[in-house]
């Protein structure tokens, strides 16, 4: 049912198309043929009236000369005369000059042009003759006696006998047309009208032929049928003097004279015409195929069917067009839809983009739906993919963080092993300065000895004197080791501790470096709140902070180098700034300064990890925060940490 | 679906029908040449030997006489007649009406002419007057062929008539032997009358000539008179009676053709003389009793069949292209009351 969309389409155009092309033509072409047939008949029956008239009358023409011909020899005195005195005439003298008195009359009349003969004949058997032989001899006498008899039975003067065998045998024509008149004369005892003889005018049938068939139109076929239906003319002359059948000439005279009917004869249609003759009673006859006129309109029939047909091809190649421009596009369009709705399309598949029209644009957009569909689709597989992958991971999350936890862990551990031993590194510096002038001294009063004993001024009371100075020295440096082991000793138990002590040991750890390096160090201690937590781990940020303090200082080579600690309490927390002049940090850096491994020194020098402990010693295990910005001159880190109350 | 293949199919069947019965229109062509069947009922009284019709061509030829009354042109005509069939051709028999109609046999030639006849043979009641239209008759390609009566050979010529063949009898012999044998029978001084035909006419002339020739042989003959008749019956009826009224005493009369001597014939028997000794020439049937009673002594045959028939075999060889004499003299016999 579907698949018949796009045919039945293609059907129903080409029915339209037809309905509304070729049947309008066709009918066009009948009516026209109709209408011109309707008019074409008209004019031929005119046409046939007029020239059956003219026919008739020329026909009457003719009879007309021919009966005042008769007439006059009827009356010619001279051959009444000598009829009158028919007798048996045996001198030779009286018959030769008789034939030649009438001979004389006779051929002056024989001008009329067509006329074979003029025969008279006496009562008793006598023959005058005048035509186209002088041989008169075996003359036809039961012709004569034949003609005689019809022509006295006739009412008419002149009796029109028709196509007739010639009553003269030596003619050179053997059937002609004939019209006789009895010759008679009043008797005057009687009163009664008596024969004097025959008069028989011989007419030329090949002559009337030739005549009448003049201006006879060529599709035409006219007749002369005499009243013994013998043929006096057809237009082929072999048909002359032959009968037709009487029931023919019958079923014409039911017929009204002078209107056309139709007439079937054999197996062919005519259109028939007649006229009847006053004079002779014969028929004139018209005859015209049917077929005559239906071939002078077989052009209307032709052209309308050449054009039908050449419609009908037309409509074929348009519905090709049509099928190829819009009906297939569009029935590929239906079963890709199809497809798409069974699932079953191939990625990649397009429609072939032909026109720039309607169907064009469709195809273009329907592509593009396809292209879009393809990306939607891909788009949707790839999320289903990774939500596949989300669902993994949301599966095995706990597992990978419990992983990175400890993970971090280790690298803190690592991380704090690494910064201590960073720092145990920069308390080994610091020791060294811190020891280098005791131990300068303690030099100095052990070289002090072997002089004063050259001098002689070694005395007990300058030995001891000397004794003691060097073990003070000497207990001051004890002292210190024991202050570094005890700072380096990680506290594994939270504890309360005073902010200045803490702040005090740890710049007592850098005193000696700053003083060589000629740092000032301005100390502002305001308050001194009891904080609790890791004291020696807040002790090592300010290191830290301090010693970075230092270092930027001394690589920056700033004149008048200074430090200020500062340390106060604001809004419950203990508050330690500590700032420098050095110039500051990098604005981009300084988001960066607490992330681990991130060092601005020189390579070598720095871990990078200072200032991430640092944060991670005061934001998670002393809840404090740190945090670092510039000031005009340099860099300042601000250490908050709740303090106790 | 169904619905509109239907609709379809209907569609095309209708043009189908429509085209179908508009060609149909057409269709009653095939009847064929059957015609005789369509109103005849039958070819009945044929003609003997068919109507000839013009375009089966032949030959046609005209024989061209003088009179109507003349019985001599009626075996002239038969003959002619008979070269008709024997050669295949068409004859067309004309004549004017009596020996004198000249102008109605120049007004035949012309029409002729204008007919495209193709060969006339003709039989001139003139040797002179016919010439003109002969000539223009021959100019056109008409073939002419001179019977009977000698056109006068020098006017032919001039007027550029030349060739034409001539068929006759040696008249002057004819009239002389028939003359001579009237002739022979005088012995005691006797006067004799000579009844001539048209004098313009060269067979004419011939005649006269012959008889006088013959009659001045015999010195007891002395002609008396030398009237025309015109070749004619009545004409001759009257002549007659002038010449027997100024010359009672005519014992022997010589008529240049059969039916003059029959007009003079008719005059004796009324006046009831049967002394006078006529001799004719044509030998025509109608003479016949008239020899056999002793009123006609003599009359000379001269074949006017034959003279019929080898004018249109002559004419017909010309057209042919086939030699033809200049001049056929056809034999005169003699025939008396003894021949019958």
Not at chain 1, 446 to 468: C, N, V, W
Request: hydrophobic share 40%; glycine share 6%; with cysteine.
């Amino acid at each position: 049912m579907k698949r018949c969309i796009p045919s039945c389409i293609l059907l129903k155009v080409f029915a339209y198309l037809t309905l509304t092309g070729i049947i309008p033509l066709i009918l066009f072409g009948i009516i026209s043929y109709n209408v011109s047939l309707h008019a074409m008949n008209e004019s031929i029956h005119d046409l046939t009236r007029m020239t059956l008239s003219a026919k008739m009358n020329f026909l009457e023409l003719v009879m007309d000369e021919v009966e005042s011909l008769m007439a006059n020899v009827a009356g010619h005195d001279d051959i009444t005369a000598v009829l009158k005195e028919d007798r048996e005439e045996k001198s030779p003298f009286k018959k030769l000059s008789t034939q030649a008195k009438i001979g004389y009359i006779l051929s002056g009349y024989l001008n009329l042009r067509g006329l074979v003969s003029i025969d008279i004949f006496s009562m008793s058997g006598t023959h005058y003759h005048v035509g186209d032989t002088l041989n008169v001899e075996n003359t036809k006498l039961d012709r004569k006696e034949s003609l005689f008899e019809a022509a006295r039975a006739s009412s008419r003067p002149v009796y029109w006998a028709g196509i007739e065998e010639n009553v003269n045998a030596h003619s050179a024509h053997p059937r002609v047309i004939t019209a006789v008149r009895i010759l008679k004369t009043m008797n005057m005892q009687s009163l009664v009208e008596e024969p004097l003889g025959l008069l028989i005018v011989n007419y030329d049938a090949r002559y009337f032929h030739d005549t009448f068939m003049q201006d006879t139109p060529r599709s035409q076929t006219y007749m002369v049928i005499d009243s013994q239906s013998r043929i006096v003319f057809h237009p082929d002359r072999s048909f002359i003097g032959t009968t037709v059948n009487p029931d023919f000439t019958a079923n014409l005279l039911i017929q009204k004279p002078m209107i056309p009917f139709r007439n079937r004869i054999g197996d062919q249609d005519y259109s028939a015409m007649y006229g009847r003759s006053g004079k002779s009673g014969w028929l004139l006859l018209s005859l015209t195929p049917q077929r005559e006129i239906a071939s002078a309109l077989a052009g209307i029939r032709h052209n309308t069917l050449a054009i039908a047909a050449a419609c009908l091809v037309l409509c074929l190649a348009f519905s090709l067009l049509l099928y190829r421009n819009i009906v297939r596009p569009v029935k590929k369009m239906t079963d890709l839809f199809r497809k798409i709705q069974d699932g079953t399309i191939r990625p990649g598949v397009r429609l072939e983009e032909m026109s720039r029209d309607e169907i064009g644009d469709l195809v273009l957009w329907f592509n593009t739906f396809l292209r879009n569909l393809e990306e939607k689709k891909e788009a949707d597989r790839k999320l289903k993919l990774q939500q596949k992958e989300l669902e993994e991971l949301n599966r095995t999350l706990e597992e990978r963080v419990q992983e990175e936890l400890q993970k971090n862990r280790e690298k803190d551990a690592l991380l704090i092993t690494q910064s201590r031993q960073a720092a145990m590194g920069q308390m080994i510096g610091n020791i060294a300065h811190q020891w280098r002038q005791p131990l300068n001294a303690v030099g100095a009063l052990i070289q002090l000895l072997p002089e004063a004993m050259s001098h002689g001024t070694l005395t007990s009371r300058y030995l001891d004197f000397q004794t003691k100075k060097a073990m003070d020295l000497i207990q001051f440096m004890s002292r210190t080791i024991d202050d570094f082991r005890n700072f380096f000793r990680p506290r594994k138990e939270k504890q309360s501790f005073r902010l200045q002590e803490v702040i005090a040991s740890a710049i007592s750890f850098l005193e000696g470096s700053l003083k060589n390096r000629g740092v000032i160090l301005n100390l502002k201690v305001q308050d001194d709140p009891s904080l609790y937590g890791f004291p020696n781990e807040y002790a090592q940020v300010i290191l830290n902070i301090l010693q970075n303090a230092l270092d930027v200082l001394i690589e920056r080579e700033i004149e008048h180098p200074e430090v200020t600690v500062s340390a106060f309490t604001e809004n419950g927390k203990a508050v330690v700034v500590i700032g420098d002049n050095g110039g500051g940090i990098a604005e981009e850096d300084l988001d960066r300064v607490f992330d681990p491994y991130f060092s601005t020194k020189e390579e070598g020098k720095g871990t990078g990890i200072g200032l991430y402990m640092s944060k991670t010693i005061i934001e998670q295990s002393m809840a404090g925060k740190l945090s670092a910005h510039n000031t005009p001159d340099g860099a300042e880190f601000r250490i908050e940490v709740p303090y106790e109350s | 679906m169904k619905k509109i293949a239907i609709t379809v199919a209907t569609c095309l069947l209708t043009i189908l029908v429509i085209l179908a019965a508009f060609e149909a229109c057409n269709d009653d062509r095939s009847a064929g040449p059957h015609q005789d069947r369509l109103y005849m009922a039958g070819r009945q009284a044929q003609d003997p030997q068919g109507q000839p019709s013009p375009s089966a061509h032949r030959t046609r030829v005209a024989l061209v006489m003088k009179t109507l009354t003349n019985p001599f042109f009626i075996e002239m005509e038969k003959g002619a007649r008979r070269a008709e069939q024997d050669l295949d051709i068409e004859l067309i028999v004309k004549t004017g009406a009596k020996e004198t109609s000249v102008d109605q046999q120049i007004a035949i030639i012309e029409e002729l002419t204008e007919q495209k006849i193709e060969a006339i043979v003709i039989a001139p009641a003139d040797s002179t007057r016919l010439i003109p239209a002969l000539r223009k008759a021959w100019g056109k390609g008409v073939v002419i062929v001179n019977i009977d009566n000698r056109l006068d050979r020098e006017h032919a010529r001039k007027a550029g008539l030349n060739n034409i063949p001539f068929i006759s009898v040696d008249n002057q012999r004819g009239a002389y032997i028939s003359a001579k044998h009237v002739s022979d029978q005088i012995t005691r001084p006797t006067e004799a009358a000579i009844l001539e035909g048209i004098r313009e006419a060269d067979n004419a002339v011939q005649r006269k000539k012959g008889a006088l020739r013959a009659f001045r042989e015999n010195p007891n003959l002395s002609v008396v008179a030398i009237e025309t008749a015109n070749w004619k019956i009545d004409e001759a009826y009257k002549v007659a009676g002038q010449i027997f009224r100024s010359h009672p005493r005519i014992g022997v009369v010589f008529c240049s053709n059969d039916m003059m001597a029959l007009g003079v014939i008719e005059y004796l028997d009324e006046k009831k003389r049967r002394d006078v000794l006529v001799a004719g020439f044509d030998n025509l049937s109608e003479v016949q009793d008239a020899l056999r009673a002793g009123k006609l002594r003599v009359t000379i045959d001269q074949q006017a069949a034959v003279q019929g028939y080898e004018g249109v075999r002559a004419a017909v060889d010309l057209l042919r292209k086939k030699d033809v004499p200049a001049e056929t003299l056809v034999d005169v016999r003699l025939i008396t009351g003894k021949d019958i």
